[in-house]
């Protein structure tokens, strides 16, 4: 089945230390999203992107920053993070073909900071 | 601007009866509703979506909703709870203006009791 798949579905890291998560789609979408879901709370848009157009939350802390090196496969990077950084981070897709176009969440990674 | 207001954190039903979770928007131009489940430690599942085409929606798993505009509402039903229900429900909202991000509500935590 087509799919996004998120990598790793938990991922445990020291504070400050980088950490990449990866999050790979099978539907040929063109949109790819980033979102922060903490605990008990909707989910956050950090940033996405159009094809390869990056587009920026402007609340989004410098902190956090993304690659997509091709349609499939996307990036997120958090450079140092902080204890307020620990939570799901959800990847998601949809086809760029007008605004009822529905997005396709992955499983989400779940980080926590030690 | 749009927004997305879901009335209780927190909806507690027994095994087969009704289930109403409320989701309440606004938008400046007609919008695209969405309905969205999240069970614990996965993605978001599309329930069902509100495009133009029909105002009473039916979605996966037995679950509906009806968009009526008088009311700015598009409330989600089931008319029998079962125990796999019980999740954690999202109403989003985007308006096609362009901007492809979902604006969530705060989500609503269903529990069927037996």
């Known amino acids: 089945d087509a799919m996004v798949i998120q990598n790793p579905r938990y991922q445990v890291t020291q504070f400050g230390k980088p950490v990449t998560l990866s999050c790979s789609q099978t539907?040929?979408?063109?949109?790819m999203y980033w979102y922060q879901q903490k605990s008990s709370q909707a989910p956050k848009l950090l940033f996405h992107?159009?094809?390869?157009?990056?587009?920026n939350e402007a609340d989004t802390p410098d902190n956090f920053q993304s690659r997509r090196p091709n349609t499939s496969f996307c990036f997120l990077d958090i450079r140092s993070p902080g204890l307020g950084d620990a939570a799901m981070y959800l990847c998601?897709?949809?086809?760029?073909?007008?605004?009822?176009?529905?997005?396709?969440f992955g499983d989400g990674t779940r980080l926590s900071i030690l | 601007a749009q927004s997305v207001t879901q009335l209780g954190s927190h909806v507690s039903v027994s095994e087969g009866a009704l289930v109403l979770l409320r989701c309440n928007y606004s938008?400046?131009?007609?919008?695209?509703l969405f309905w969205y489940v999240q069970y614990p430690n996965q993605g978001l599942q599309l329930l069902l979506k509100?495009?133009?085409?029909?105002?009473l929606v039916k979605g996966i798993n037995g679950f509906e909703a009806e968009f009526k505009k008088s009311e700015t509402s598009f409330h989600l039903t089931k008319p029998s709870a079962h125990m796999s229900d019980a999740a954690e429900y999202f109403c989003?909202?985007?308006?096609?203006?362009?901007?492809?991000?979902?604006?969530f509500g705060s989500g609503t935590r269903l529990q069927v009791q037996p």
């Open positions: 539907l040929n979408h063109n949109v």
């Open positions: 989003a909202v985007k308006a096609d203006t362009g901007r492809r991000a979902l604006t």
């Open positions: 938008s400046s131009v007609p919008p695209y």
């Open positions: 992107y159009y094809d390869k157009d990056f587009n």
């Open positions: 509100y495009t133009s085409a029909a105002t």
């Open positions: 998601a897709t949809s086809r760029d073909g007008g605004g009822w176009q529905p997005q396709h």
